[in-house]
């Protein structure tokens, strides 16, 4: 197992990788100072089946009283419904400020388990067992927490961090093909916005990574995991750009989830790879990279079989989707855009003519007339 740390001053947490690393939640909690009252699993019924029991057994059978909550596998349980549903369990369940929340599982659990630890009682712990590619590389660190609203993606929210992050990769095993695939669509941002070493080791083993290769995930997980702390470690709350790098591709792929009704036609994974291609597409139109750069993602998208369009998705909706997002304000809007392979700059108030053709290419629709 590989271990680092996010330095965060008193709300500092472990990361740890490696095969098996779900056993290190007992010894996260063994160094709590206070008792533990009440753990609360958050899971999905696939992941309990897979990992969660086993994993319950191991807690109860060190003398953790221990609950499972079970949400839908989906974006929607990231919604006040679902939000209040665990508040009612909590309460049910008598939980304290010292009981821990535990999400298991993707990103639409550490989600909805960080805000709702964010905000019960004012705040209790919890710690992130990502289960899947794309939460181990990037969602599960850095204490973002939101659940979304129907006009946009986590639109109510909070920064909380975690009390650990663990990466057990034995869990990518079980990925479906899809879900792994939507993974390494963030691992491929990383490698644009500062990582060309990440980029080309995609590049060279795209078989063993689409494959589920064991030590190439690893290398790959540890890597993003350690850029990604850096980032969080000068920027927790997002104030000052660099954090902000993280977006990339972000702003159009979160428009086009919304876009489509958050339904299985684009997961985030591929809306984000989508993105990230408009990000390029605007860039350029920019001067700001080169075709070879825009060509280069786009043909590593492709080897990875990600989409890098979305048809029957209307750009109207994606552009009104777009205007609620964060990173639009009063004043304009801002982007995060490549310059090259490891290198990105943010750009505010581009040319709307601008981003309604990227999203128009994008959408395979003609761009309306001005």
């Not at 030590?215 to 350690?226: F, N, P, Q």
């Not at 958050?262 to 997961?267: G, I, K, Q, V």
Request: with cysteine.
């Amino acid at each position: 197992m590989k271990s680092l740390r996010v330095h965060l001053a008193s709300r500092s947490y472990p990361i740890v990788v490696g095969r098996g690393a779900i056993r290190y939640a007992l010894t996260l909690l063994r160094q709590r100072k206070h008792p533990v009252n009440t753990l609360c699993i958050v899971t999905t019924s696939i992941v309990r089946r897979l990992h969660g029991e086993r994993f319950h057994q191991l807690l109860e059978h060190r003398g953790y009283p221990c609950k499972i909550v079970v949400i839908p596998d989906t974006e929607s349980s990231k919604s006040i419904t679902q939000y209040q549903r665990l508040l009612k369990h909590l309460i049910l369940y008598r939980a304290s400020s010292q009981s821990i929340l535990i999400a298991l599982g993707g990103g639409v659990v550490g989600d909805l388990v960080g805000f709702t630890a964010a905000t019960f009682k004012r705040g209790i712990p919890y710690l992130q067992i990502p289960t899947t590619l794309l939460a181990q590389v990037d969602s599960a660190i850095g204490g973002k927490t939101a659940i979304d609203l129907p006009a946009g993606k986590n639109l109510v929210g909070a920064f909380y961090q975690p009390i650990g992050v663990i990466s057990d990769t034995d869990c990518l095993g079980t990925l479906p093909t899809r879900q792994l695939r939507s993974g390494l669509a963030e691992v491929v941002k990383y490698g644009i916005l500062g990582d060309p070493t990440l980029f080309r080791y995609v590049e060279r083993h795209t078989d063993q990574l689409l494959s589920g290769t064991p030590e190439h995930l690893a290398w790959i997980v540890i890597r993003c995991a350690m850029a990604k702390a850096r980032l969080v470690e000068q920027d927790e709350y997002d104030r000052r750009n660099i954090r902000m790098a993280l977006n990339l591709g972000h702003t159009i792929g979160h428009a086009i989830e919304a876009a489509a009704a958050y339904s299985r036609r684009y997961d985030h994974g591929q809306a984000v790879a989508i993105g990230m291609v408009g990000a390029a597409r605007l860039s350029q139109r920019l001067n700001l990279c080169s075709s070879s750069t825009v060509q280069r993602l786009t043909q590593l998208l492709r080897q990875l079989k990600l989409p890098i369009a979305c048809p029957k998705v209307p750009p109207s909706s994606i552009l009104a989707a777009m205007h609620h997002d964060k990173k639009f304000t009063s004043s304009g809007n801002r982007f995060v855009l490549p310059t090259r392979i490891g290198h990105v700059v943010i750009r505010s108030n581009i040319p709307d003519h601008m981003i309604h053709e990227v999203v128009c290419e994008l959408a395979q629709a003609k761009p309306p007339r001005s």
